[in-house]
């Protein structure tokens, strides 16, 4: 009997230790090519818990697990993440996990991990300090698109991000113009551009305009993140727009890439970009020069830009680095053309006189250091010193023949710095993972702008001619911004995550100068000039909230939601300028909304990829033009708080690998059929002008699409792509005709065919690019000031060949 008892003792014991029997899963992470250990990579089980970190070895573990499925990631500095599964039964685990570096060719990570080609993906919950839960977000991978990245072609590139407005009037891509749901594609001004997350607009509170345009070809990816989830880069509408460079390779002493590209009208670019490490130094650097005669007539230009990052990691958990950027350009401008000068011959111009410079000196340096797996900081250091010059004839009239006058002379000098730190936690509240985000920042502006009189040569001279008696405007605009920001994730299940945020900001504007009035005889002598003093001062705090919900119901499948507060301050633009065909309101007030999303997406998928949103932005206070008659019945636009404007409509992107689909076997090969479909509408709600309640809000085509194919392997990939965007208006009146300014009016539906090959055979690639296939006579902007007034034709039918060495 007592035999008996403790028999059946000790079977209970033995029954109950292996029902709570715990595992391990241990392993090494090695840089495949160099086959060197990776330390300081992070390593964490399904949605980060648990999670650990990779010792100086490169060896990481996980103790004391339950039995099942459990999916690992990693994440590393200038590495590629991977995800395996991994299923634990009665035994430990030892996994060896090899790593490509971010800078070898994406094809092949393609092809041994993700098994994709889209050249597109999203952002993860949790990357390079920021939180993207829940937020509509967008990464593109240049390198795998077969796009014409030599002229920066914003349509091919941009290609994949549903409801981009972008406009094409500068064919070598020298300045990027996108909008989107409304906003104003003007230099990008309504979103937040960076380069490695600091600022390169001129000025980001008062003078957001992007100038500068970093290379393409140097470019490892694009990250955007859409209006109601960036309330942790800012205030504005759009979103953000953060180019992210390419990382020094990690397995190379040197690494040497050069690339030479020509085509039509002229164009010719060299591209050099040297790379490498070296112990705990390394660094990637480029050269680019870029030339072209343009499509039309005096539309030639000439641009250099130079690139330097050098980092040093002084431990695994600590690493400072350092950015230098140069451009400049000079850029000859044909000016604008009227309704009827553009459906004569849209390749004409009868403006030989203007001129646009632009030089572009950006620093920054920033330092990361992890105190551990779960917390870590960041400190960005960054600063601006450039300037833009234009001069030239631009009358009222567009059609109006140059009588070789002194020409009109603008010249901004932009001198700003600024400082951002983020601090980011991971923690636990009993079994559940919680992120939270921290950050400040405070920016710096100190600019000038300058308006009077050039001289009457036909060269690109940017002195004024009487310092005296022909300064119109002489305005200088200091201003400061500081800003607290807070974001957490609250996962409150495995499905289901709350992600609320919040943001302080302090703006302080001023605007001290004169503006003046010079009058001429019929001679073209000064007879009079008069001029006002004026100062401005606008001090202004608020708190912008937002918050996001994601769900995601099973593998692959999320559904998401977000609503945020939007702010937009008055520009230097909106508070003077000289413009002969527009007046300025001095009672301008600050812009104010909301936006909210709610969609459902695909992630981290491998034969197919979607996302479909639904989007509603209210627009309050929202400045615009309207087109009016002076006293000489004159045709001259009033800028100005236009009403509130409502936007709304369905932004939907597919893609599918149709080969892999229907052959699972193949891995070699794809063919990838996309499409981009965004149906929108607007209308203004409420407004104390004179009809404009019901109108159309401008810049808003109702069917933006973007789609194509793109097939090949390993070696050679094709693609071809059609966009279609249908009339937009360019003013809240909704005028249709131009008139003799023709910098209002409509913008007619559009499309356009693109074509693309590439080949890649040993250290060689070669590309070859047909842009407007059908060559389409259209036209994407109506533009106020330069390089106009009036209207800009896009380029016609062009092509392109480059050839690619790296060694």
Not at 169 to 194: E, W
Not at 212 to 232: D, H, K
Not at 698 to 719: C, Y
Request: hydrophobic share 35%.
């Amino acid at each position: 009997m007592i035999q008996s008892k403790v028999f059946k003792t000790v079977v209970f014991c033995l029954v109950g230790f292996g029902l709570m029997a715990q595992y391990n899963i241990s392993g090494k992470i090695h840089a495949r090519k160099a086959g060197i250990p990776i330390s300081a990579c992070q390593v964490f089980l399904n949605q980060g818990n648990p999670m650990t970190q990779s010792n100086e070895k490169g060896e990481f573990q996980f103790k004391n697990l339950p039995k099942g499925s459990f999916v690992l990631h990693t994440l590393a500095p200038n590495f590629q993440s991977i995800q395996q599964a991994i299923s634990l039964q009665n035994k430990d685990i030892t996994v060896d996990i090899y790593l490509d570096s971010l800078n070898v060719t994406l094809n092949e990570v393609v092809v041994t991990q993700k098994q994709t080609d889209f050249g597109f993906t999203r952002m993860r919950a949790v990357e390079s300090m920021g939180i993207y839960e829940g937020k509509k977000t967008e990464v593109i991978l240049p390198e795998q698109l077969v796009a014409n990245l030599a002229t920066n072609n914003a349509r091919q590139v941009f290609s994949r991000v549903a409801g981009l407005n972008i406009w094409e009037n500068d064919g070598a891509g020298l300045q990027l113009s996108i909008g989107g749901r409304g906003l104003d594609p003007n230099r990008t001004s309504n979103f937040n551009v960076r380069q490695n997350g600091y600022d390169i607009s001129a000025d980001a509170l008062g003078y957001p305009e992007s100038y500068y345009t970093p290379p393409i070809e140097a470019v490892g990816r694009i990250q955007i993140v859409r209006g109601a989830a960036s309330l942790q880069y800012g205030t504005q509408f759009g979103g953000l727009i953060n180019f992210v460079m390419k990382k020094p390779v990690q397995d190379k002493k040197l690494e040497l890439v050069a690339r030479q590209s020509a085509g039509s009208f002229g164009f010719y670019n060299a591209f050099t970009s040297v790379s490498g490490s070296q112990n705990k130094l390394s660094y990637y650097t480029f050269f680019q020069y870029k030339r072209a005669d343009g499509w039309r007539a005096n539309s030639d230009f000439e641009s250099y830009n130079f690139y330097a990052d050098v980092d040093y990691r002084f431990s695994d958990k600590t690493s400072v680095g350092i950015d230098i950027t140069h451009m400049n350009y000079l850029a000859h401008q044909p000016g604008g053309l009227t309704d009827a000068m553009f459906a004569e011959n849209p390749r004409q111009t009868n403006r030989e006189r203007n001129w646009f410079k632009v030089n572009w000196n950006l620093w920054a340096l920033h330092l990361d250091h992890k105190f551990n797996a779960q917390n870590e900081v960041n400190l960005r250091l960054f600063g601006l010193s450039a300037y833009r010059k234009s001069v030239g004839f631009r009358p009222n009239r567009v059609a109006s023949v140059d009588d070789n006058s002194e020409r009109d002379l603008i010249t901004g000098d932009f001198s700003n710095w600024g400082a951002e730190a983020r601090y980011l936690k991971r923690y636990f509240i009993g079994e559940k993972l919680i992120v939270f985000l921290a950050g400040s920042r405070f920016y710096h502006g100190f600019n000038h702008s300058i308006q009077g009189l050039g001289s009457k040569g036909k060269s690109a001279d940017f002195d004024f001619i009487n310092t005296k008696e022909g300064i119109a405007n002489d305005y200088k605009f200091p201003n400061n911004n500081t800003s607290l920001f807070f974001e957490n994730i609250f996962y409150l299940s495995d499905k289901f995550s709350i992600t609320p945020g919040l943001r302080w900001e302090y703006i302080h504007t001023r605007a001290d100068g004169f503006y003046g009035n010079i009058q001429f005889d019929l001679a073209g002598n000064i007879i009079s000039a008069t001029r006002t003093n004026e100062s401005r001062t606008n001090e202004r705090s608020f708190v912008l909230g937002g918050v996001g919900f994601s769900y995601k119901p099973k593998a692959h499948l999320e559904a998401y939601s977000n609503v945020s507060q939007n702010y937009r301050s008055i520009t230097f633009s909106d508070m003077r300028i000289a413009n002969p065909s527009s007046v300025i309101d001095p009672d301008m007030k600050d812009e104010k909304g909301y936006s909210v999303d709610l969609g459902l997406r695909t992630y981290e998928t491998t034969i197919y990829n979607f996302d479909i949103s639904a989007f509603y932005l209210n627009y309050n206070n929202r400045i615009g033009e309207v087109q009016f008659y002076d006293a000489n019945n004159r045709v001259l636009r009033r800028r100005s708080n236009i009403g509130q404007a409502v936007i709304m409509g369905i932004e939907s992107y597919g893609e599918v690998d149709v080969l892999r689909w229907a052959l699972p076997e193949e891995q070699e090969s794809s063919a990838v059929i996309f499409a981009n479909l965004a149906f929108i509408q607007s209308e203004y709600k409420a407004s104390q002008i004179a009809g404009i309640v019901g109108k159309q809000v401008e810049f808003v085509p109702n069917v933006n699409m973007k789609t194509g194919l793109r097939i090949g392997n390993k070696k050679w990939k094709a693609s071809f792509q059609y966009t279609y965007l249908s009339d937009q208006y360019t003013e809240a009146t909704n005028a249709k005709d131009g008139g003799v300014s023709a910098v209002v009016g409509l913008i007619p539906a559009y499309s356009i065919m693109d074509a693309g090959i590439s080949y890649q055979f040993s250290r060689f690639k070669i590309e070859g690019n047909i842009n407007n296939l059908a060559n389409s006579m259209y036209f994407t902007r109506r533009a106020t000031g330069y390089p106009g007034p009036g209207i800009l034709p896009s380029d016609g039918r062009s092509f392109y060949l480059t050839v690619q060495a790296k060694f």
